[in-house]
C-alpha cells in the first residue's frame, strides 16, 4: 500500500525507531526494576475484577515495542544495499547484548533464554530464505522449518511466534490494512500489541533522521546498554 500520499503518514523509518526504543525501555524498566517497588502494584481503579496498576500500564505499554522492531526488519530487509551486512550486525549485537540480557535476569553471567536479537535475526534470515529459494518451494520450507527448530532450542526471547510474525508481516507487506488485522489475531496472546499496528501505519516510507555510520550504531547499542543499566540500578536496591 502507498504511504507517501497518505496524510496521516507522518513517521519516518527513525520516528518508529525511537518510538519501539521508548516502549521497550519503558517496558523493561517496569519488568526489571520497578518490579521491586511495592507502590507499582496499588491499584489505581479496576475494571470489572481486573485491578489496574502502574504496573500493569506500564507493561502494556511496552507491548508495542515488539511488532515495531519485527516491522523494521522487514523494512531494513527490503531496502538495505548489503544484506550480509545487515544480517551479521543482527547476529553480532545478539552476541553482545547476551551478558546483559542475563545479568537483568538473573544477576549472573547465565540464563535459561536469549534475547529478542537473536530472534529478530533468525526473522531476517527466514526473509533471505523467502527470496532466495522463492522458487524452490521445498527447499523454503526446509530451511524456514530450520530456522523455526533453532529459535525454539535457543528459547530465544518470543521465539517460534516472533520469528513467525516476521515471516508473516513480510508476506503481507502488499496490503497493510491485511498486516494489520492479521498481526493483530497473530499477537492474540497480548491483544494490546496489535495497537503498535497505528503508528506502523503513519509510517512514511522515509529512513529520518537516523543515518550514517554512528547514529545507526547506536541504534545497535542502545539494546544491549540499557539493559546494563538497569542491571546496575538494580544492584543499588
Request: glycine share 10%.
Amino acid at each position: 500500500m502507498e504511504t507517501n500520499g497518505r496524510r496521516w503518514a507522518m513517521l519516518s523509518g527513525s520516528g518508529l525507531k525511537v518510538l519501539a526504543m521508548g516502549t521497550m525501555l519503558i517496558d523493561h524498566l517496569a519488568a526489571f526494576y520497578w518490579w521491586y517497588d511495592p507502590q507499582f502494584f496499588q491499584p489505581l481503579f479496576s475494571i470489572g475484577h481486573r485491578h489496574i496498576t502502574l504496573y500493569f500500564i506500564l507493561r502494556m505499554v511496552g507491548r508495542l515495542a515488539f511488532p515495531i522492531f519485527c516491522f523494521l526488519i522487514v523494512e531494513g530487509f527490503l531496502h538495505t544495499h548489503d544484506r550480509r551486512k545487515y544480517g551479521r550486525n543482527l547476529l553480532l549485537f545478539a552476541f553482545i547484548s547476551e551478558i546483559p540480557w542475563n545479568l537483568v535476569h538473573t544477576g549472573t553471567w547465565q540464563y535459561n533464554g536469549q534475547n529478542v536479537m537473536f530472534t529478530l535475526c533468525l526473522g531476517f534470515l527466514g526473509l533471505c530464505a523467502m527470496e532466495y529459494f522463492r522458487n524452490d518451494i521445498r527447499r523454503m520450507g526446509f530451511t524456514l522449518i530450520g530456522l523455526l527448530a533453532v529459535a525454539v532450542l535457543l528459547r530465544a526471547d518470543y521465539g517460534c511466534v516472533g520469528y513467525g510474525f516476521i515471516l508473516l508481516l513480510y508476506s503481507l507487506r502488499h496490503n497493510r490494512l491485511l498486516q494489520a488485522v492479521i498481526g493483530s489475531c497473530a499477537l492474540s496472546g497480548q491483544w494490546i500489541a496489535g495497537l503498535a499496528f497505528v503508528p506502523i501505519n503513519m509510517y512514511n516510507g522515509h529512513r529520518g533522521f537516523i543515518q550514517g555510520p554512528v547514529a545507526k550504531y547506536a541504534f545497535y547499542l542502545f539494546y544491549p546498554v540499557h539493559l546494563f543499566l538497569i542491571y546496575l540500578l538494580q544492584t543499588t536496591l
